[in-house]
């Protein structure tokens, strides 16, 4: 089939290539010039595992093409793909304008004969897609695009594997009509057609309505937020209560109906969707004249958890840090990604350095995005290392804040000799055994383990 994508993010760019691995002709349509070019040659904006390659690949079976062109890419594909950002404004609603720019662009380009599916697969608040609908017949009143909704539930750091194995395919379509029934049948045979690709063949395929299925995917990712954020709170009880939280977490994680997935206390959570989709949802609740307190109060229990660590180095050094070399080990909002959108590193490191802290830092991929987020004055306080063993060489105190593989094997006797004035390991993702660091002559600060 031949199929657009608008949007070459995380989300479009991992669609594309893996569409078009299934035996379909993509063109990836983006307005960012300089990213399309660059992608053009190969090179991948943001680190992705095995999406280089699969996009290379492609190019090269010509199954895969990139463009600016969006009246060319719109012209010639049966299914179009939105896969454009929704960042959450300062209220915490949804930005929808990008949105809305490639549903107008889409009924803009397509002559009023010609059939072609819309599908939204970024994360939109309920009643988007009816909007689209509507900016289609109100931009071109006898236009046949008909608007699906196909939220997506990759997680990056393993988005190619997500894309092409998920759990469940949603698909919401209009079911507030008895018009336009033969176009809506229309439409979710072509989507179904879409994803008949060999690895998806026994994947469950849920059919609903547009505003069910956009809610699935903000319930989904605030449900995962929850779980963090109620086992921090947890976490900081146990601190308290001189209890380990890695044992409290384990054990209930034993009981199936809880399950021990996302149950890892830690600095809180980033990344470009937990926050702003909880925060969108909590924000839709209010348009609608409901007051979403348990969703507020995930994001206040998540903001509140990123001081955790940087106060208890502040508590450890009885908050004189100033001019202590200070060495952050891992950048990114989590492992295996470049992402560094609401990274809670970025406000720990901004914290230490008010507090006058000199710091050594070091991520295997991210340190170039995060060299972005801090002003001239805070980079000043920064060095951005090479490798771990820069960063922890001669520093006066290690905090692990981004639990890469790399990490987990730190050599803490090696650590003693090459940093002896370093007393103290502060594991914001608890990855490490207390008696081992201790034994090897540094005090251990974990999150809620006494
Ligand atoms: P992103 O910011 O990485 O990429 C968005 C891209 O859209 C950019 O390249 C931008 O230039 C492009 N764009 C903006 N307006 C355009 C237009 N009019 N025409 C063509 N391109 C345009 O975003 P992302 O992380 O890929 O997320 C996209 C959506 O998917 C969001 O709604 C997000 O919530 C959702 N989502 C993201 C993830 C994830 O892990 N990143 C997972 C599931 C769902």
Not at 369 to 393: G, P, V, W, Y
Request: proline share 4%; aromatic share 8%.
């Amino acid at each position: 089939m031949k199929i657009a994508i608008f949007g070459t993010g995380y989300v479009g760019l991992v669609t594309g290539a893996c569409l078009a691995n299934l035996g379909h002709h993509v063109t990836c349509v983006d307005i960012d010039e300089n990213k399309i070019n660059s992608i053009k040659q190969g090179i991948i904006p943001f680190y992705e595992p095995g999406l280089p390659k699969l996009v290379k690949n492609n190019i090269q079976k010509k199954r895969l093409q990139f463009t600016t062109d969006a009246k060319t890419a719109i012209n010639e594909a049966q299914a179009i793909f939105n896969c454009v950002g929704t960042p959450g404004k300062e209220d915490g609603s949804a930005n929808l304008e990008y949105v809305f720019q490639v549903t107008k662009t889409v009924a803009v380009h397509t002559p009023s004969d010609q059939f072609k599916i819309l599908i939204n697969k970024s994360t939109v608040p309920p009643g988007t897609a009816k909007s689209c609908q509507k900016l289609i017949k109100e931009t071109n009143p006898s236009s046949q695009v008909q608007i699906l909704s196909n939220p997506e539930f990759l997680k990056e750091g393993a988005a190619v594997h997500d894309f092409t194995h998920p759990d469940r395919i949603v698909v919401g379509t209009n079911q507030t009509t008895t018009k336009n029934n033969e176009l809506i049948e229309k439409a979710k045979s072509l989507i179904r057609k879409i994803y008949l690709g060999r690895s998806r063949l026994y994947i469950p395929f849920i059919e609903t309505s547009w505003e069910t299925s956009e809610i699935i995917k903000y319930a989904s990712n605030a449900f995962l937020a929850t779980k963090i954020s109620f086992i921090n709170e947890v976490a900081n009880i146990a601190d308290i209560a001189n209890a380990d939280i890695k044992v409290i977490a384990q054990a209930m994680g034993m009981d199936y109906r809880i399950s021990s997935k996302f149950l890892g206390a830690g600095v809180g959570y980033g990344g470009s969707c937990f926050p702003k989709d909880v925060r969108a949802l909590a924000n839709t609740a209010k348009q609608f004249g409901y007051t979403a307190n348990l969703l507020t109060q995930v994001d206040l229990t998540n903001k509140a958890q990123k001081d955790v660590l940087p106060n208890k180095i502040l508590n450890y050094f009885q908050n004189k840090i100033e001019n202590k070399t200070i060495t952050v080990l891992g950048l990114s909002f989590k492992p295996k990604t470049s992402d560094m959108r609401e990274a809670p590193s970025t406000h720990i490191i901004k914290k230490l350095i008010q507090n006058g802290a000199k710091i050594k830092a070091y991520d295997p991929i991210a340190i170039e995005e995060a060299k972005h987020l801090f002003t001239e004055n805070e980079l000043q306080s920064i060095t951005f290392t090479q490798s771990q063993k820069d960063a922890t060489t001669n520093t006066e105190a290690i905090a692990l804040i981004t639990e890469w593989d790399e990490f987990r094997t730190l050599d803490f006797e090696s650590l003693k000799i090459e940093a002896p004035n370093c007393h103290v390991i502060f594991d914001g993702r608890n990855i490490y055994e207390p008696d081992q660091v201790i034994e090897a002559g540094f005090d251990y600060v974990g999150i809620g383990r006494q």
